[in-house]
């Protein structure tokens, strides 16, 4: 089953990875001395790259989140107890990047 694996911002064919969009883009600045400016979605367990209303359909038949009136995803939606994400399979604190080719 395919599930939500991080917060994503996709720039050109680089996508940055992270706990949430917030974090991404502050250690973007952080890193870069630059504002992060690209399109907002989510990292699957499939390695693709969402946006945000089919990262809510399938957050929601993975059983990450419940449904909500708003039918797209945030990521705070999928962060658990002590502000970290429902992961399947662990969990990464610290900002990757992964490049598409």
Known sequence: MIYIKHAAIKID???LLGKSHADIIRE???KYNKRCIG???FFTS???FVDRKPAYI???NAGQIKPNKREYLLSE????EGGRYIYKNGYIEDITYNTDS
């Open 28 to 30: 973007y600045f952080n």
């Open 39 to 41: 399109e907002q979605g």
């Open 58 to 60: 399938i957050a929601l």
């Open 77 to 80: 939606d999928i962060w658990g």
């Open 46 to 48: 499939d390695n693709q």
């Open 13 to 15: 064919n680089t996508n």
